[in-house]
């Protein structure tokens, strides 16, 4: 019985963060920061970055993730609360470009001098 209650746990909390990270993406494309992250430092437990708010104008937060929980922390009014945030999602879309990038690995010879070596 305690297994499957806490099955049942996992499962509801899967389908939690799923939606929190939907909903912080959604608000990071309709804030138009998404793609806009900057990864200013990382270490085994945790990945660092910068995102400017939707206003451009030079502030931002510093926005931490934790990988192997997948927990986002950021110091904004709403991720103070735990509520998902436009700067999360900036982050979230910029880790799933990560991943992504990890998992092809660019095998063309030539693809960096097409890209006028620009990474």
Known sequence: MAAQTALLAAAADRATR???EAR???LA???HVDGTA???RENAAMRVYWTP???RRGTGYVV???PVTR???CPCPAGAFGKPCAHAGAVIHAER???YAESHPDTDVLASWRRGFDW
Request: aromatic share 8%.
């Open 18 to 20: 799923e939606l929190w």
């Open 97 to 99: 470009q990560r991943a």
């Open 71 to 73: 927990h986002i922390v």
């Open 64 to 66: 931490v993730v934790f």
């Open 53 to 55: 708010n939707g206003d």
């Open 29 to 31: 494309g309709s804030r």
């Open 24 to 26: 912080a993406l959604a």
């Open 38 to 40: 900057c990864l200013t």
